[in-house]
């Protein structure tokens, strides 16, 4: 079965914790409520400010990541560290999230519908039968979906946190405009002519030198 190539980067990553996690006492807590309230739903796996990384997101990432690296049979590391390192990665994500909302910053539908459009053409198929073709690999389309909408408005974020940084003085404008002064470029336009200088046959040697002369000035 020809598996979905998709824009979203899913590798993990080794950065160092940036919250405490609460996942464990949060979960027995949410346990020991629901024993006597209702059925558990879902866990927490970490509190995020004011967002919350859901175990099941967890437990999502951690499978698509494992068989991501099988496919290219690549080594796992053991499950408790790339459990680790997944989660490490979701609080990651949820706090530029936050970032991202805090700031405004939306992906528009006409957007994600072109990132959608380019997934589909990569795997050779219409994007009106991606549903299907992901439907196929267990991946719900509507999860699906959002996911590209997120990583799309964090990569708008970085975007900005990159051009936050980027400071250009007015004397670093001038020094480079000195320079494309003095430096050919590939970039300029040479209107070039073909002049004719006559020289009758039966010139004389100082007519000739004379006509070398003007060549030499034109």
Same mark, same amino acid.
């Given at each position: 079965m020809r598996r979905i190539v998709t824009l979203v980067a899913l590798a993990a990553v080794t950065a160092g914790p940036l919250i405490a996690l609460q996942g464990q006492g949060v979960a027995r807590a949410q346990t020991r409520e629901l024993a006597t309230k209702g059925v558990l739903l879902d866990r927490v796996a970490a509190v995020v400010n004011d967002g919350v990384v859901l175990?099941?997101?967890?437990?999502?990432?951690v499978t698509t990541i494992g068989e991501r690296l099988r496919a290219q049979k690549l080594?796992?590391?053991p499950q408790n560290v790339l459990r680790q390192q997944v989660l490490e990665r979701l609080v990651l994500q949820e706090i530029q999230a936050q970032r991202a909302n805090r700031a405004g910053l939306k992906v528009p539908d006409e957007a994600l519908n072109s990132a959608?459009?380019?997934v589909a /053409? +990569?795997?050779? $198929?219409?994007?009106?039968q991606l549903p299907e073709a992901l439907q196929q690999q267990g991946i719900d389309y509507a999860s699906y979906r959002e996911e590209m909408r997120k990583e799309l408005t964090l990569g708008l974020l970085r975007q900005r946190d990159v051009l /936050? +940084?980027?400071? $250009?003085?007015?004397?670093e404008v001038d020094q480079f405009l000195a320079k494309q002064t003095n430096t050919p470029s590939e970039n300029n336009?040479?209107?070039?002519?073909?002049?004719?200088?006559?020289v009758g046959q039966t010139a004389t040697p100082e007519q000739l030198d004379q006509a070398g002369k003007r060549a030499a000035e034109v």
């Open positions: 175990n099941s997101e967890l437990d999502d990432q080594e796992l590391p959608l459009q380019e /053409q +990569r795997n050779n $198929i219409p994007l009106s /936050q +940084r980027i400071s $250009i003085t007015p004397r336009q040479y209107n070039v002519s073909h002049i004719l200088i006559a």
